[in-house]
C-alpha cells in the first residue's frame, strides 16, 4: 500500500496570504489528523477528521481550518498568515471507527511551509 | 490534561556507545504510550508502543523502552548506537485520538 502523501513538499508565502496544503491518507483509512511542528512549540495537534467531520480540534485559532473529502483526502487551509505559521505541517491517517480504543497513526512526509 | 516530558533535548554519543533517551507523563488513567523517530526532511516513524501486557517493548533495529507505571516513565534504550541512529525522537502519549507529544530529544552519534 502506498503511504500517507502530502502535498506540496514545500511552500513559501508572504504574510496576509492564505494557503492550502494537501494529504492522502493510506488507502482504507477514514481519518486524517494533522500536525504542525515548529522549533518553539514542537508538535502541536490541529484537528482531526473522519468520515468528512471535524472529531477533535486542538487549540489553535480560527485562521486554520480543515475538510475531508469522501475519498478521505484532506486539506488544511491557512488564511492571514503570519510569520509564525512557518512550520512544517504533519498529515497522519488511521483506520478509526474500528472500535478499538486505540488506532495507529501514520505519518507523511510533512509540508514545509515559510512565511516571509 | 495529559503532557509528556522529554528532559534531555540533546543526546550526543560516540558510536558503540549505549544510550538512554528519558521520557515522563502525566496521566491518572490507562496510557497508551510511543516513540516516534524523525530523521531530516522526513515525517514521523513510529519507532515502538506501549499498549498493554509486556512492560519492556522493543523495536526491529535494537531499540527498547520500558513502560514503569510507579515511576510514570516510558524511557528509550539501545545498547549500542550506531551513526545511522542519529535523529530526532519524540515520546508520546495517545489520548482520545490524538497524539501528544514531547518537546523531542536530538541524538548525535559520533563517529
Known amino acids: 500500500k502506498a503511504g500517507v502523501t502530502q502535498t506540496p513538499r514545500y511552500l513559501i508565502k508572504t504574510r496576509g496570504q492564505q494557503v492550502t496544503l494537501s494529504c492522502s491518507p493510506i488507502?482504507?483509512?477514514?481519518?486524517v489528523s494533522w500536525y504542525q511542528q515548529t522549533p518553539g512549540q514542537g508538535l502541536q495537534f490541529l484537528f482531526e477528521?473522519?468520515?468528512?467531520?471535524?472529531?477533535n480540534k486542538g487549540n489553535f485559532p480560527g485562521r486554520f481550518s480543515g475538510r475531508q473529502f469522501s475519498n478521505s483526502r484532506s486539506e488544511m487551509n491557512v488564511s492571514t498568515l503570519e510569520l509564525g505559521d512557518s512550520a512544517l505541517y504533519l498529515c497522519?491517517?488511521?483506520?478509526?471507527?474500528?472500535?478499538?480504543?486505540?488506532?495507529?497513526?501514520?505519518f507523511g512526509p510533512g509540508t514545509r511551509l515559510t512565511v516571509l | 490534561a495529559q503532557s509528556v516530558t522529554q528532559l534531555d533535548s540533546q543526546v550526543p554519543v560516540f558510536e558503540e556507545a549505549p544510550v538512554e533517551l528519558r521520557c515522563n507523563y502525566s496521566?491518572?488513567?490507562?496510557?497508551?504510550l510511543f516513540w516516534y523517530v524523525q530523521y531530516p526532511n522526513q515525517g514521523l516513524q513510529l519507532l515502538l508502543k506501549?499498549?498493554?501486557?509486556?512492560?519492556l517493548v522493543e523495536s526491529i533495529n535494537g531499540f527498547e523502552a520500558e513502560f514503569n507505571k510507579s515511576q510514570t516513565s516510558f524511557h528509550l534504550r539501545k545498547p549500542s548506537v550506531h551513526i545511522s541512529d542519529t535523529a530526532e525522537y519524540f515520546c508520546?502519549?495517545?489520548?482520545?485520538?490524538?497524539?501528544?507529544f514531547g518537546t523531542g530529544t536530538r541524538l548525535q552519534v559520533f563517529p
Open positions: 506501549y499498549l498493554s501486557g509486556s512492560t
Open positions: 497522519a491517517s488511521s483506520l478509526r471507527g474500528s472500535g478499538a480504543s486505540y488506532n495507529e497513526q501514520f
Open positions: 496521566s491518572s488513567v490507562s496510557v497508551y
Open positions: 488507502s482504507g483509512h477514514r481519518s
Open positions: 508520546a502519549v495517545y489520548n482520545t485520538d490524538k497524539l501528544i
Open positions: 477528521y473522519f468520515s468528512e467531520t471535524q472529531r
